[in-house]
């Protein structure tokens, strides 16, 4: 079972990247998929959430409006889209598998991680 998340970097401050987070077949069958972001020196937080099928998402209230996930089942893939980015959104963002289909943001749900992909951002 692999995850494999890609896209961060460095961007200014108002700009926008977009994560991919790739996994096998196995991995993203049935599943919800979330996306969380640890902060230098914090703990790792929720930042988004979506569904098996896509129609429920979730997001943390500090990215609402500015973050959009989404999903290609047929290619296994999950997306982060992130745009107004600002310098407290600099992380190591991670993917994630729920053990279940539905959208969940509690972290102990989640028990298959991608190895995360840096974001940074200047002011």
């Known amino acids: 079972v692999q995850l494999q998340a890609s896209g961060g970097g460095l961007v200014q401050a108002g700009g926008s990247l977009r994560l991919s987070c790739a996994a096998s077949?196995?991995?993203?069958?049935?599943?919800?998929v979330g996306w969380f972001r640890q902060p230098p020196g914090k703990e790792r937080e929720f930042v988004a959430a979506i569904s098996w099928r896509g129609g429920t998402t979730y997001y943390a209230e500090s990215v609402k409006g500015r973050f959009t996930i989404s999903r290609d089942n047929a290619k296994n893939a999950v997306y982060l889209q992130m745009n107004s980015l600002k310098p407290d959104d600099t992380a190591v963002y991670y993917c994630?598998?729920?053990?279940?289909?539905?959208?969940?943001?509690?972290?102990?749900?989640?028990?298959?991680w991608g190895q995360g992909t840096q974001v940074t951002v200047s002011s």
């Open positions: 077949r196995r991995t993203f069958s049935n599943n919800g």
């Open positions: 994630a598998a729920a053990r279940g289909s539905a959208a969940v943001v509690v972290i102990s749900e989640y028990n298959y």
